[in-house]
């Protein structure tokens, strides 16, 4: 519109922007997008049951998760406990840093003290009968938690008695703090942001409601009617409805992925004035399968970065061999939250992780670009769903089969 | 990985990738995403249907669309009777470059070629009952395309005339061209690669059975329960209705847009060696409803521009009447394109097209960045089934009620 006199030429050579030949790469309103959609699915969902049946979310059922018995609570005693071990590394340190004790006593304690940590709560929710599934997975997930942060802890303070650096005590800050990585001095924020907060706190207890909703309306009802064909082995239902499965939970898990890495975190970050706010970085445009794992979980990867992955690599322990360690590990504690809170040992979890790494070869080594892309989301996507419809497959088999009135209620 | 001495600080002040104080805006992985989920759902559907019903997509039902009679093809032979007006372009230019008739006498040749494209074809519409309502849309279409380009045709050879330059007679080139902006050297790609135009073909026939089962599995069942609410004024259950309707529909649209610009216009390019590919840019970023206008079409927006509203500043008009007047001109041709097929002059199309005024200085006035982007985005999902919603109503009410075989076919 700069110029009034009509211009003979108007096209020049160029690609359009969808194609891969463009270099163009801003979509942020695809995200927009989704959530809009999200909610609009959500919006109809909601009018759709009011018409039809009222609400099925029973409060009671979503209660008896958590709790079988009211008037106990043994997953939240659990938590509760768990000061204990942190005082334990507190003082373990306070006489270290005294020299009360030698460095040989205090890695004895603390080897102790972080084996107890994980033994100690697998041993409760596994005699324990009154422990739900879901309460048992929350009580062991506080515990890992605790256990990582621990860990660093005691890595950080034992490099900084060595160069004799001044010491802070901030251990309880560094409980609560949305790292895995102890350091002497968080970078803090200047204040908390009033309207920050209530946006994370909205969105935390939208999404929760969200994950009701799909759980109770869209899965149960799926998982139900897959139960048929997996005692049969009908192979051609199975795969309808794995398919089916896959769309909700793979909802779910991006739902968890928004309300735990960007909302909660940031609440506790924000309360807390703690800086560093990189929980995750852009996993959604993960070529490799190594990408994604480097990039989704960035409070996990970099303490298995700092504390376990270089310092096998100091070691002397090489790339490859460093690299499949932390698989495993990571592989273990998989396996460690679903089997025990179940209690079933059936190795579906490690065996998913596992097979992460001949999948990641297979990726690096045949698609590039777009096509790795999506081959990542398709691995998120179906390979979730397998494994949670063999631990129902099993937990159904074991548990209700026999019991007609669970088998009712499931 | 390249220190190997342990780090005492990791973390750095920094925001949280979502957050929107962040300055990241690369999700392509995001784009990725809704290609795989799109034909991972298809699979699904596809499976399901194999295992419950066979298709329902009926091969006869689809040609009926477009034929009644399957020996009389009318919108077919419309298309080739167009060819006359080609022909008449053509002749009035070259007798006005030979200057064998005056400005005066090629300009009101013009004028009736051009009024006859637009009423030729909507009068043989109307009067012919064995076109059928898809058909006719086509037809309408082809002429409306072949009405703007030789518009375009006649503007740039006057102006050309007035400056004395150089004439060529390209005229066919053009009405095939992806373009409705005429110039006399378009820009040409190097050669056909024959990759590229194998992957739209693909993507082309893909998208085409992709919008078919959406229809048929998806909309036709949703819309025919409409009628019942629509016909009682139910309000509630007519908004659960639309807003179960808005996904599909909106889905369908997503898959026209690229199906129409990318593949489709990608395809004639390479075919032609065209080189000017830019036929959409970023509109699903539009934080304005003005920026989703100006960005989802740019033949349509370039035309606009160069032979409406620049000739209209021009010539003294102010930007906002200028402004009003491309959206009244854009709100009249959709109204012809979906009134005429349908012989129903029921003036929703008009009218959802002038919506666009008020709502664009709501958005502008009182919403910024990613708000803006999601009410864009709510008014392309809601209010496009709500104009579907009327005419389908509005057809079902005039033509089927008193008609039960065609009530019970739809």
Same mark, same amino acid.
Not at 35 to 48: C, D, I, K, T
Not at 87 to 95: D, F, G, I, S
Not at 163 to 176: E, L, P
Not at 321 to 337: D, G
């Given at each position: 519109m700069s110029s009034f006199s009509p211009s003979y030429s108007c096209h020049k050579l160029q690609e359009s922007m969808l194609s891969s030949a463009s270099s163009f790469k801003n979509y942020r309103g695809i995200l927009n997008w989704c959530?809009?959609?999200?909610?609009?699915?959500?919006?109809?969902?909601?009018?759709?049951n009011?018409?039809?049946?009222? !609400? #099925?979310?029973?409060?009671? $059922?979503?209660? @008896? #998760?958590?709790?079988?018995?009211?008037? @106990?609570?043994?997953?939240?005693?659990?938590?509760?406990v768990s000061n204990v071990f942190i005082?334990?590394?507190?003082?373990?340190?306070?006489?270290l840093a005294m020299g009360s004790i030698s460095e040989k006593?205090?890695?004895?304690?603390? !080897?102790?003290? #972080?084996?107890? !940590?994980?033994?100690?709560?697998?041993?409760?929710?596994?005699?324990?009968?009154?422990?739900?599934?879901v309460g048992g997975a929350f009580a062991l997930g506080v515990y890992t938690i605790l256990f990582l942060k621990l860990y660093s802890y005691k890595?950080?303070?034992?490099?900084?008695?060595?160069?004799?650096? /001044?010491? =802070?005590?901030?251990?309880?800050?560094?409980?609560? =703090?949305?790292? #895995?990585c102890y350091e002497l001095n968080f970078p803090r924020s200047e204040s908390i942001r009033m309207g920050f907060l209530l946006r994370r706190l909205f969105e935390m207890t939208y999404f929760i409601s969200n994950v009701l909703s799909i759980v109770f309306q869209w899965m149960v009802p799926i998982i139900r009617s897959s139960m048929k064909p997996?005692?049969?082995m009908d192979y051609s239902r199975m795969t309808e409805r794995l398919l089916r499965l896959a769309v909700p939970n793979h909802l779910i898990w991006l739902i968890f992925f928004y309300w735990f890495f960007h909302s909660s975190m940031n609440f506790v970050a924000e309360l807390l004035r703690f800086g560093d706010r990189e929980f995750y970085r852009d996993w959604w445009n993960s070529e490799t399968i190594t990408y994604f794992w480097q990039n989704w979980n960035i409070p996990v990867h970099k303490w298995c970065l700092r504390h376990f992955y270089k310092p096998?690599?100091?070691?002397? =322990?090489?790339?490859?061999? @460093? $690299?499949?360690?932390?698989?495993?590990?990571?592989?273990?504690?998989?396996?460690?939250?679903?089997?025990?809170?179940l209690r079933m040992f059936r190795l579906w979890a490690f065996m998913g992780m596992m097979a992460q790494l001949p999948l990641?070869?297979?990726?690096?080594?045949?698609?590039?670009?777009?096509?790795?892309? /999506? /081959?990542?989301?398709?691995?998120?996507?179906?390979? $979730?769903?397998?494994?949670?419809?063999?631990?129902?497959?099993?937990?159904?088999?074991?548990?209700?089969q026999d019991d007609p009135t669970i088998a009712e209620a499931l």
């Open positions: 959530v809009v959609m999200l909610v609009l699915s959500n919006a109809r969902l909601f009018l759709e009011l018409l039809r049946n009222g !609400i #099925l979310v029973d409060p009671i $059922q979503v209660v @008896s #998760l958590f709790l079988k018995d009211p008037y @106990s609570w043994p997953a939240a005693c659990l938590v509760i005082l334990v590394a507190l003082y373990t340190e306070r006489k006593v205090g890695l004895l304690i603390y !080897i102790f003290n #972080l084996t107890i !940590i994980l033994c100690f709560p697998m041993v409760v929710v596994l005699k324990l009968l009154s422990i739900t599934p890595d950080v303070n034992w490099w900084c008695r060595e160069r004799t650096q /001044a010491k =802070a005590r901030n251990i309880y800050y560094f409980v609560f =703090a949305p790292t #895995l997996l005692q049969e096998l690599l100091r070691r002397g =322990a090489g790339k490859l061999l @460093s $690299q499949s360690a932390v698989f495993f590990a990571s592989a273990f504690f998989h396996e460690y939250l679903v089997s025990v809170p990641a070869w297979f990726v690096a080594r045949f698609l590039r670009g777009n096509y790795g892309n /999506a /081959a990542v989301w398709l691995s998120l996507i179906i390979g $979730q769903p397998i494994t949670v419809l063999m631990y129902v497959h099993d937990y159904y088999v074991t548990h209700c």
